[in-house]
């Protein structure tokens, strides 16, 4: 019979492509020698495409003696529920209209095999991504060939299998070929043995340290003495202390490095040619080396009969030496200076250290700064009185390095500022007169004991002329504590005439032979006016005397003769702070500026910047006519807020 078109859903056959003429489509007829009853199947008629290869199919075409074309047999259907009746017609594609432009669709291929009788539902594609085989399961579950839920950190797959989970492999990383070759290498050197080099000296282990210690040999140690780099006791006596004592070599460092300017040239080249380190770095060790050194020092001394305490006693002396030379080179104007002194007095008197040659080194060193803090110090309660005028030496000083300590010519200087210390009272008391009787005689005794002074170095030695600076100084600093402003006229102590008084510099002759000018000098009450071409008139306090601007101007001419390269440079600070308090004329004052920029050039020591602001605002003064205040240069410094060391 006649069973019309079949639905493809079953035949399992694609439909025709549109525009595919209808006698292209095969004509289905039933094999007579079918075993089954419901089985069915299709034949082409003879209107097919007789082009197509019919090796394409799978489907094996026989012809009977009728040579009528017999459908192979088909194998029944599971589904024995199936009936013909219940096909139903495929709704007809619509006929897309030609004029619309579109090329016809190629006609697709009949599938090999089978027909499907419910054919397969055609994929969609969607966003997800097939996921692979995992290779991230546990070990155990890849032997077992299981699926492994990938629980941390065991598997429960294994847990409920009652399996012993073996974990998981570790994460790799893809690395490129440098990569694992750097690895390799680090793997390879971090197989080697480990050693470990311990720093040769105990303090100094990194870069920073090496830097700070080259500054100290090659420069800080240089301009500390007078003896020159073959006679130098900051490197043959500290710095050999320093290599048994760490925190005696922390001390050296750490004022090595306070010393560093680093804003100089010398700095700016140390920086540029060290390219391990940096200013931060330089600076943070500093601080270290400081901390570590005053650790150090407040560990207790221990017992006086344990042989180490004997021992420790020249390298705590070192440490605070250090700590005293970095007040001067940091320029601490809070008095910091006098704290080391004192413990410095102190500890000497109850245990000095074994070692002569040291103790020698460390008392001309420490007295020295101890008497020039006189010329600073202002008297209060407060701030103890350091130096005494009876200081006599544990032993004698020899060879003397420094000029005044040895040789006794600071114990003058004890004794004038004990007389400045009196006159300064009975100026706050208004007595009258505020020099007294006393004070005249003991100055009359001084004066003729600077007088007889004479210093003691070899031929050549610039020491000789610092000490004829020295001694001239000294005068001065005597001739202006004498002289207060608030005294009416001269004494008659330096008035008189004097035939036998010596020269008190090279360049001087004795006082009575020069012709005394009038002693009606220019005052502040000067009322010619000046030239338009010509400098401001010199104000001079009341009855000012020639005899000071001679002493001023002998000085400043030593001061001008060393070279500024000259190791002597270390002892001119002092001399620059007396005689600059008595420049009166501006001349003088810029030759004493041009010293004291000299003397900072040379040992980088910013203490001397503060010396500087001390005088320029003493200068202020004799500007404005304020000659209490003038003369008064330690309470000039206190109202100022500084209180430093001038050595």
């Known amino acids: 019979m006649d069973t019309g078109q079949l639905s493809p859903i079953s035949t ?38 007789p082009s197509e290869d019919t090796d394409e199919h799978d489907v094996s075409w026989e012809k009977n003696s ?110 490129s070929g440098k990569e694992r070759h750097e690895e390799e290498e680090r793997q390879r050197r971090q197989a080697l043995p480990h050693i470990t080099l311990q720093p040769i000296f105990q303090g100094v282990e990194t870069p920073e340290d090496m830097v700070f210690l080259n500054h100290y040999i090659s420069h800080l ?143 001309e060193f420490f007295q020295y700064r101890v008497f020039a803090d006189e010329l600073i110090r202002y008297p209060d309660i407060r701030t103890p009185r350091l130096a005494t005028e009876d200081w006599e030496p544990w032993l004698e000083i020899q060879p003397a390095r420094l000029i005044g300590v040895a040789d006794g010519l600071f114990h003058y200087l004890a004794q004038i500022t004990t007389i400045r210390n009196a006159i300064r009272t009975n100026m706050a008391a208004e007595v009258d007169p505020v020099v007294d009787y006393t004070s005249l005689y003991r100055a009359a005794e001084i004066d003729s004991a600077i007088r007889e002074w004479t210093p003691h170095w070899p031929p050549g030695d610039s020491r000789d002329r610092v000490g004829l600076l020295y001694k001239q100084m000294m005068w001065v600093y005597l001739f202006r504590t004498i002289y207060p402003p608030s005294s009416s006229s001269p004494s008659a102590l330096f008035t008189q005439p004097a035939p036998s008084i010596i020269p008190l510099s090279p360049t001087s002759q004795p006082h009575s032979a020069r012709t005394p000018p009038s002693t009606e000098r220019p005052t502040s009450s000067h009322t010619t006016p000046p030239r338009a071409d010509s400098p401001p008139p010199i104000r001079y306090p009341p009855h000012h005397d020639h005899r ?71 200068w202020r003064l004799m500007e404005r006519g304020d000659w209490a205040r003038v003369w008064d240069w330690q309470g000039v410094a206190r109202s100022m807020g500084l209180d430093f060391s001038c050595a």
Not at 12 to 26: F, I, N, R, Y
Not at 573 to 596: D, K, S, Y
Request: glycine share 6%; hydrophobic share 35%.
């Open 221 to 363: 140690s240089g301009v500390l003495t007078v003896e020159g780099q073959y006679k130098n006791a900051f490197k043959d006596m500290l710095l050999q202390m320093a290599v048994e004592h760490r925190g005696l070599m922390h001390s050296i460092l750490s004022v090595a490095s306070r010393h560093i300017d680093y804003d100089t040239p010398y700095g700016i080249k140390m920086l540029g040619s060290n390219p391990k380190i940096t200013l931060t770095s330089l600076l943070n060790r500093s601080q270290f080396h400081h901390n570590a050194a005053m650790e150090k020092l407040c560990e207790p001394v221990g017992n006086e009969n344990d042989p180490k305490h004997k021992t420790s006693l020249s390298p705590r002396y070192g440490q605070m030496l250090c700590l005293l030379l970095q007040t001067l080179a940091e320029g601490n104007p809070n008095g910091e200076h006098r704290v080391h002194l004192q413990a410095y007095k102190n500890l000497i008197q109850q245990s000095p250290p074994p070692d002569n040659a040291f103790l020698i080194f460390i008392t």
């Open 548 to 618: 000071i601007t001679l002493a001023v101007d002998e000085s400043l001419t030593i001061l001008d003769s060393f070279k500024t390269s000259d190791p002597v440079q270390t002892l001119l600070l002092v001399p620059c702070l007396v005689i600059g308090c008595a420049c009166f004329a501006p001349a003088q004052r810029e030759r004493v500026r041009t010293a004291v920029r000299t003397v900072r050039g040379y040992t980088g020591l910013r203490n001397c910047d503060r010396v500087a602001e001390v005088l320029e605002e003493v």
């Open 66 to 175: 009728d040579d009528v074309l017999t459908v192979p047999k088909i194998e029944p259907l599971e589904d024995d529920g199936f009936h013909m009746d219940e096909v139903k017609e495929a709704p007809r594609t619509p006929i897309p209209d030609p004029k619309d432009g579109t090329a016809p669709q190629a006609k697709m291929k009949r599938p090999r095999g089978r027909p499907r009788k419910h054919p397969l539902t055609p994929q969609v594609a969607t966003n997800k991504v097939a996921k692979g085989r995992s290779k991230t399961g546990c070990i155990t579950c890849r032997k077992r060939k299981k699926k492994c839920d990938e629980a941390k950190p065991r598997c429960l797959n294994c847990e409920k299998n009652a399996v012993v989970c073996e974990g998981y492999h570790e994460k790799t990383i893809w690395k």
């Open 12 to 49: 399992e056959l694609e439909m025709p492509p549109v525009g595919v003429a209808a006698s292209s489509v095969p004509t289905m007829i039933h094999s007579a020698t079918s075993s089954c009853a419901e089985s069915w199947s299709t034949s082409y008629s003879d209107g097919a495409d």
